[in-house]
């Protein structure tokens, strides 16, 4: 059944028209494409990324060494090397090691096709000391081949095949990373987890803009039939005004295979027209359901004010009777971004504070939880912590500039009590079923500053030689410290937000 509908997909991207393609990048690449959507574009909807950009639009490009919107609109096969190498983060000088990446990028573009091919292979070391409370990963990397020595190395295969299929539609598959939000952190998809097989449809008309997503994970922390879980996610983005956006997300994840039936694709997810929770109660199902809410507000042609809900579970009792139940999981968000500081062209920030109740994502097992290879599909934190973060940042042409904070405060399981904050163990093995709170467990606060600058030496895969000072100082209830400072200089074909900053 997977294979099938992938060849039926990738056939009729071959056989039909495509006028529109898939633009990725870090933050200060995307920059000023969202500055255009924002504000200049006659259709603002930013929430769902990559970018689906149609035509050649260069104002919404960031310049580089190369002309990077011309090279776009040509209608023949690019190929291109991408590279990443840079120090591994590892906890001593002794230990110092590299990590890298490195292969091909195959670009097409034309009337009646499109495509983003990447082939490779990566290598590489992590410092788990810094989240060793939770499963073993390289993140955005993927499973650790080693846990001794905290190295992992895969080949690469990433990339999408998109085709339009006529002026409201958009069809796409791939292996590849999605976001859906607003915000510098997603609750709803990030792009925080590795890459995963999804087929996705994108429909925009007249105000509207939704997406249907269906994706493939993969599942080794708990054993079970099957290493693989299913998930299918709706979203609805609707500007009521020229200034303000309101939208919907849900998803629904389930197991590919169970003590019953092997249950593969389940066909009664993938119908994009209906919400899936009265399908999850018709079917007699105890799949895991979430469901979000935003709102975003574009305010003088520099301000984006935006907020975002998710929703695991809840009992409206238990709410308003403020007994602090387990099952109440739910999470917030607050953001603003501010463009052009100062009328600087370029010159912007991003305030935002996320906060995640305990037990928020998980399930009874973690073949139905909402991560990928051990790793969130959301927050990177997961759940059960507060997070402000400021960001300041300046884009211009070929330089990149950031400085940026986090303030953290997480709880994490003590005495092998799970206590909310790592969405892979079991619900079911929890802490008491009232009194939960925000922080419970064994209480940490963290402070993490970053500055980064980067100059991009080539605008088509968005590689850039970069200098980065990572430092980090947390502290947990019971005084045991960790304090980490990290100098790096390398070079990184920025083709995704790499995330080092939780």
């Not at 963290?446 to 030689?465: D, E, G, R, W």
Request: proline fraction near 3%; include cysteine.
């Amino acid at each position: 059944m997977k294979k099938n509908i992938l060849n039926i997909v990738g056939l009729l991207a071959i056989l039909n028209v495509f006028s529109q393609q898939y633009i990725y990048g870090d933050l200060h690449s995307r920059y000023k494409m969202e500055k255009y959507i924002c504000f200049q574009g006659e259709n603002k909807h930013t929430l769902s990324k990559p970018y689906q950009i149609e035509g050649n639009i260069s104002k919404i490009y960031q310049n580089g060494i190369w002309d990077f919107s011309a090279v776009r609109d040509s209608s023949h096969i690019i190929i291109l090397p991408f590279l990443s190498l840079q120090e591994a983060n590892t906890p001593s000088i002794a230990t110092r090691k590299l990590n890298y990446s490195s292969g091909l990028q195959f670009n097409y573009l034309s009337p009646d096709f499109f495509s983003q091919i990447r082939i490779g292979f990566q290598k590489g070391f992590v410092d788990n000391s810094r989240f060793s409370f939770k499963r073993p990963y390289a993140p955005s990397a993927g499973y650790l081949d080693d846990t001794n020595s905290f190295s992992f190395k895969n080949p690469i295969f990433q990339g999408i095949l998109s085709y339009k299929i006529n002026d409201y539609i958009t069809l796409c598959v791939g292996n590849e990373k999605n976001t859906f939000g607003d915000g510098y952190r997603s609750l709803w998809l990030s792009d925080f987890s590795p890459a995963y097989p999804f087929l996705k449809l994108e429909s925009t008309f007249w105000k509207v803009k939704y997406v249907n997503l269906w994706s493939l994970h993969e599942d080794r922390y708990s054993k079970g039939f099957s290493n693989f879980k299913w998930a299918s996610s709706h979203l609805l983005s609707y500007n009521v005004t020229k200034w303000m956006n309101l939208s919907i997300f849900e998803s629904i994840v389930w197991q590919n295979k169970d003590t019953l039936v092997n249950r593969g694709p389940d066909i009664n997810y993938f119908n994009p027209f209906i919400f899936f929770r009265p399908v999850e109660f018709g079917i007699g199902s105890a799949d895991n359901a979430l469901l979000g809410a935003g709102a975003k507000f574009t305010i003088a042609k520099h301000y984006l004010i935006y907020s975002s809900f998710i929703l695991d579970e809840f009992l409206l009792s238990e709410i308003s009777n403020r007994t602090g139940w387990w099952g109440n999981k739910y999470g917030i968000q607050y953001g603003i971004k501010i463009f052009d500081i100062f009328k600087l062209d370029g010159l912007y920030s991003i305030l935002e504070f996320n906060s995640v109740r305990p037990f928020t994502y998980s399930h009874i097992s973690s073949k139905q939880n909402y991560g990928h290879k051990n790793h969130s599909l959301a927050h990177p934190l997961e759940s059960n912590f507060h997070e402000f973060l400021v960001l300041l940042g300046y884009q211009k042409n070929n330089l990149d500039f950031s400085v940026q904070y986090h303030f953290q405060k997480y709880g994490i399981d003590s005495a092998n009590i799970n206590f909310g904050g790592s969405m892979f163990e079991s619900y079911i093995n929890r802490y008491g079923n009232y009194n939960q709170k925000i922080g419970q467990g064994n209480l940490v606060n963290q402070h993490l500053f970053i500055v980064q600058f980067s100059y991009m030496i080539s605008a088509l895969t968005n590689t850039k030689v970069f200098f980065r000072l990572n430092s980090l100082n947390s502290k947990d209830m019971n005084d045991i410290k960790n304090n980490n400072q990290f100098f790096n200089i390398g070079i990184s074909s920025r083709l995704w937000q790499y995330q080092q900053d939780y």
